[in-house]
C-alpha cells in the first residue's frame, strides 16, 4: 500500500497533510479558496480513499504534486499557507491554488474512472463505440 | 457523457477480462491515432497475458504500431511497469516464433530495451 505523505521528516513545519486515518486529513472547515472547498468535495466524500485508490499511477502523480508543494512552500504549514492567503503574493497564491486544483482534479477522475468500472463491459463498449465516433465525427 | 480517455482507462481495470476483447477490437482497430495511443496503453498497464500480446505480437499494433507516437507510448509504458516478467516472456515467444521478420525484429528491440533497465 502506498501511503500518501505531504510530510518531511526534515521540517516539523512543512506542509502536511497525512495522518495514519486518511492521507489528506488535513482540517478544510475554514476555507477561503474555492479550491480548498472543492478538495475538502472531493476528498472528504470518498470515505475510502486510502484503501480504495489501487491506482500507482494516480498515486504517484498526486505524490508529485505533493513534493512540490513542499518545494514551494517550504517551511510554512499547509494551515499556514491556507490561513494566510490573502497576505501571500498572487504568484504564490496561484501557485498553491493552481496544485490544490491538480490533485483536486486527479480526484475527480479517479471518481469517473471507478464509477465506470462498476458497469459491465457490454455498456463501456457501447460508450466506447459512441465515444470514438464522436471524435470522428468532430475531426471532420 | 464520459470522456474516452476514462473509459478506456477502466476498460484496462475492469475485474472482466472481456474488456480486453473490447479493447483489441475497438480500440486497436480505431483509425484515430490517439484513440490507439490510449488503448494500447491502457493494454500495458493491464499487463497480464492477454492484453501484453495483444500489443507485442500483432504486427500493426501496439508496440508494432506505425505511428511511432503510439508505439513509442506503448513502449514507454511497459518500461514504468514494475513486473515485466511477463512482457518479456511474451517477447522471447515472438523473437524466437514469430513468422514476421518485422515483428520480430522490433519485439527484439523492445526487450532489449526493457532489459537495459534491469
Given amino acids: 500500500m502506498v501511503r500518501l505523505s505531504l510530510h518531511t521528516p526534515k521540517t516539523e513545519s512543512t506542509v502536511k497533510a497525512a495522518t495514519h486515518s486518511n492521507p489528506f486529513s488535513v482540517s478544510f472547515k475554514n476555507s477561503i479558496s474555492p479550491d480548498f472547498q472543492m478538495l475538502k468535495k472531493d476528498i472528504f466524500e470518498?470515505?475510502?480513499v486510502e484503501s480504495n485508490v489501487k491506482n500507482t499511477s494516480l498515486l504517484n502523480k498526486i505524490s508529485v504534486i505533493s513534493a512540490k508543494m513542499n518545494n514551494k512552500f517550504k517551511g510554512i504549514?499547509?494551515?499556514g499557507v491556507r490561513n494566510n492567503m490573502e497576505t501571500m503574493s498572487n504568484k504564490a497564491k496561484t501557485s498553491f491554488s493552481g496544485l490544490v486544483s491538480k490533485i483536486s482534479s486527479l480526484f475527480r477522475k479517479e471518481n469517473k474512472v471507478e464509477e465506470l468500472k462498476t458497469q459491465p463491459v457490454a455498456a463501456l463498449k457501447e460508450m466506447l463505440t459512441n465515444a470514438v465516433s464522436s471524435r470522428a465525427a468532430q475531426s471532420m | 457523457m464520459y470522456k474516452v480517455e476514462d473509459i478506456i482507462q477502466a476498460l484496462g481495470e475492469h475485474e472482466d477480462s472481456t474488456a480486453v476483447t473490447v479493447l483489441e477490437e475497438i480500440g486497436t482497430n480505431s483509425s484515430d491515432e490517439y484513440v490507439r495511443k490510449l488503448t494500447a496503453e491502457a493494454l500495458a498497464?493491464?499487463?497480464?497475458?492477454e492484453s501484453?500480446?495483444?500489443?507485442?505480437?500483432?504486427?500493426g499494433k501496439g508496440i508494432h504500431d506505425l505511428n511511432n507516437t503510439v508505439s513509442d507510448a506503448v513502449v514507454s509504458t511497459l518500461k514504468s511497469l514494475e513486473d515485466k516478467e511477463e512482457a518479456l516472456r511474451i517477447l522471447?515467444?515472438?523473437?524466437?516464433l514469430h513468422s514476421d521478420e518485422m515483428v520480430k525484429r522490433r519485439a527484439k528491440e523492445v526487450k532489449a530495451i526493457l532489459l537495459s533497465l534491469n
Fill in chain 2, 45 to 49: 498497464k493491464r499487463n497480464s497475458h
Fill in chain 2, 92 to 96: 522471447e515467444d515472438t523473437i524466437s
Fill in chain 1, 77 to 79: 504549514s499547509f494551515n
Fill in chain 2, 52 to 59: 501484453l500480446r495483444i500489443i507485442l505480437i500483432n504486427s
Fill in chain 1, 46 to 48: 470518498r470515505q475510502h
